[in-house]
């Protein structure tokens, strides 16, 4: 059992590039999450979907997109790359009803140079 | 405005001593509490929630909505509990607000 997966583990941009940050969870969970970690700053939520076809803003949503056209999947894409957008990305899903935990990936790092 | 205060960025204790992560929140509602806690080179995971009031690890955490806190304790502290700490408050159906973090080192 997988769980949360993240991809790709490190990346570089240089400003103004795009990339998606993959995540993909194989615990049929509905609700899905996308969190950015800065030193000092804890966690902050970017996006969260409740299913598939449906997503919802979180604190720091500029610069991002977001879709879920499956439950397994939500990637996040940033369009273009600011040095502001350094950080560390973390991907979580969760299940409904009494078992109602947030399962994180091992996190993106990225830098933008 | 929904928010998770943790004032304390670092707590050093000895091994043995007791250990209290402060954690405020601000919630109009009536709030669900979480703490989560990331082992060294391990995912964020969950420590525990405060619907369960449950021990785990020997921590326990109280949700005092008098004063609007929900802080860690837990009665002697071991080298394992090192780790970053984070409190966690569900704002709304299912969106998650987290603290800053705190990280504890237990000293031998």
């Known amino acids: 059992n997988a769980g949360v997966t993240q991809t790709p583990k490190f990346r570089i941009l240089k400003i103004g590039q795009s990339m998606t940050l993959q995540c993909t969870q194989d615990?049929?969970?509905?609700?899905m999450y996308w969190y950015r970690q800065d030193p000092g700053m804890g966690l902050k939520l970017i996006y969260y979907?409740?299913?598939?076809?449906?997503?919802d803003k979180g604190e720091v949503p500029n610069g991002y997109n977001v879709s879920r056209s499956t439950t397994e999947d939500f990637p996040l894409r940033l369009e273009l790359a600011a040095p502001s957008q350094t950080s560390v990305y973390f991907c979580?899903?969760?299940?409904?009803?009494?078992?109602?935990?947030?399962?994180f990936g091992s996190g993106t790092q990225l830098s933008v140079l | 405005a929904q928010r998770v205060t943790q004032p304390e960025k670092l707590l050093s204790v000895f091994k043995g001593a007791p250990v209290e992560l402060k954690c405020n929140y601000s919630?109009?509602?009536?709030?669900?509490l979480f703490w989560y806690v990331q082992y060294s080179r391990q995912r964020l995971q969950l420590l525990l929630r405060?619907?369960s009031r449950e021990s785990i690890k020997g921590f326990t955490a109280d949700l005092n909505k008098g004063e609007t806190s929900f802080h860690l304790k837990k009665p002697f502290a071991q080298e394992e509990d090192s780790a970053m700490y984070y409190c966690?408050?569900?704002?709304?159906?299912?969106?998650?607000?987290f603290g800053t973090g705190t990280r504890l080192k237990v000293l031998a």
């Open positions: 405060h619907i």
């Open positions: 966690a408050l569900k704002g709304g159906t299912y969106k998650y607000i």
């Open positions: 615990m049929n969970h509905n609700y």
């Open positions: 979580a899903s969760m299940g409904s009803g009494q078992n109602e935990k947030l399962f």
């Open positions: 979907s409740v299913g598939a076809g449906i997503t």
């Open positions: 919630y109009s509602g009536s709030p669900e």
